[in-house]
């Protein structure tokens, strides 16, 4: 009689769905992740059509473009960082885009100054000194074999770091109107 009695046929279990965590139990860096995710693909939805893995610094360039000859940067293009989680990319993929609005013309970089949208017309902060110095030097206000005021002095008075002020003593050095003086300081060259 036992082989009479039959087990029964066990059909192969299916594989059940994962579990999905309830968004109580998610600890909140795990959730704080996860909104943020899907933050960006919607916004990237919105923003960057037909995103592909090649190709989307091409959109996001074209998307900034619009931007451009709309007049939506008077004063300059936001910095890499905004423009990279606007659009929820890398900042290579950032620098990549605006590398081709360069090569374009649509934008220039100023240093110290950032990008500036086709011919903008700030200059270099550390070009400002050098030619306000020249300019100082030209009408004799600052006559040949006069100190220089210090970097600190001119970093205070023209609102920069110690570090441009720096580079543009350095181009004047270059240049021959400024002559320095190890530990006594920087002087206008007789013959500038």
């Known amino acids: 009689m036992s082989s009479s009695i039959r087990k029964p046929y066990l059909q192969p279990s299916t594989p059940s769905p994962p579990e999905v965590e309830p968004w109580e ?9 996860l909104v943020s ?3 960006l693909l919607r916004k990237k939805e919105k923003l960057v059509t037909n995103a592909s ?5 091409l959109t996001i360039s074209e998307a900034l473009r619009v931007r451009i000859a709309e007049g939506a940067y008077p004063n300059g293009l936001p910095s890499e960082a905004e423009i990279g989680r606007e659009f929820g990319v890398a900042r290579t993929t950032v620098r990549r885009a ?3 609005l360069e090569s374009a013309g649509d934008v220039s970089t100023v240093a110290g100054v950032g990008r500036q949208v086709g011919g903008g017309t700030q200059i270099a902060p550390y070009r400002r000194i050098m030619a306000e110095l020249l300019e100082r030097i030209r009408v004799g206000e600052l006559p040949a074999g006069a100190q220089l005021p210090s970097e600190s002095e001119l970093a205070e008075s023209y609102g920069v770091a110690r570090g441009t002020v720096r580079r543009a003593l350095h181009e004047l050095e270059g240049a021959g109107h400024v002559q320095a003086r190890q ?3 920087r002087f206008v060259s007789p013959t500038p």
């Open 37 to 39: 995710q899907t933050y």
């Open 183 to 185: 530990g006594v300081g």
């Open 25 to 33: 139990s998610l600890r909140p860096s795990r959730l704080a992740l």
């Open 98 to 100: 605006l590398r081709t």
């Open 53 to 57: 893995p090649r190709g989307t610094y």
